[in-house]
């Protein structure tokens, strides 16, 4: 049985775990994040929680290794550890949580994107869930390094498929090559933007380039039809941008032979 959540639901356990570590040693602020964070009208039954706990120095191993603090609210169904800050947990209602704990002084270097001040101790300020290091991302490639990138990721990956390695050339036709296309569509699109997670660009990529959306299958149909998948990516920068015609030739012709 798929049990669903509710935002209500999802709110109400955050506001609880804030409750239960507002009685714990050592613990200094719950800091909601993305759409339990500063973006709640994205929150519906399909979120997790994503926040951040906030401990004074020492402490931080011990929430980590004992997480009665989440179990004291509802049972577990599965968790573990997966970096040396963080954990994933599930509860057994369904509800999903991914977290990380901090000492304050660790926080200062961490970076994230402002958070909800969910709960905190007495003493502890607001900007506690404002990021000290704010993320700074390099300068954007150019349209032509991103065009020659997709268009050579394309190539390489039709070599692998003849060579016999359809795992590896689906990763370079159909991932490494549409993420560039992503790019693309960021770069031309204005409204493209607009709503952007800075960490993942995949994320509601369908929501804000529908016109683009609506060609994502034929880029990505699979580890069997790496082919088809690559001829449509060249079709769609054919269409687009301006290719190379020699390498738009080599890559037909290996389509062929992968054919």
């Known amino acids: 049985m798929v049990i669903m959540n509710t935002p209500e639901k999802l709110l109400h356990r955050l506001e609880d775990i804030g409750q239960e570590l507002s009685t714990r040693p050592g613990a200094l602020a719950l800091i909601g994040l993305g759409s339990v964070g500063l973006e709640r009208e994205r929150l519906d039954a399909f979120s997790d929680l994503d926040f951040f706990v906030i401990v004074q120095a020492g402490y931080k191993a011990q929430y980590l290794e004992d997480l009665s603090w989440l179990t004291q609210l509802a049972p577990a169904a599965f968790s573990f550890a997966n970096t040396p800050d963080g954990c994933k947990f599930l509860y057994a209602d369904g509800v999903f949580c991914e977290f990380a704990v901090f000492e304050e002084a660790e926080l200062q270097q961490a970076v994230f994107a402002p958070g909800r001040v969910v709960w905190k101790a007495a003493g502890v300020s607001e900007q506690i869930a404002v990021p000290q290091r704010a993320h700074q991302p390099g300068p954007p490639p150019a349209v032509e390094w991103l065009i020659g990138e997709a268009l050579t990721n394309v190539y390489v990956g039709l ?13 370079f036709i159909q991932v490494y090559a549409v993420d560039r296309i992503l790019e693309l569509a960021e770069r031309n699109d204005p409204a493209a933007g607009t709503a952007a997670d800075v960490f993942n660009r995949e994320r509601r990529f369908e929501q ?3 016109a683009l959306a609506g060609r994502l299958p034929a880029f990505v149909q699979g580890y069997a039809r790496n082919q088809e998948s690559a001829l449509a990516v060249l079709a769609f ?9 020699a390498l738009k030739q080599a890559i037909l012709k290996l389509c062929e032979r992968v054919g």
């Open 237 to 245: 920068l054919d269409e687009y941008f301006e290719v190379d015609p």
């Open 208 to 210: 804000r380039v529908p």
């Open 159 to 171: 070599l692998r498929d003849l060579r016999g390695e359809k795992l590896s050339a689906m990763r």
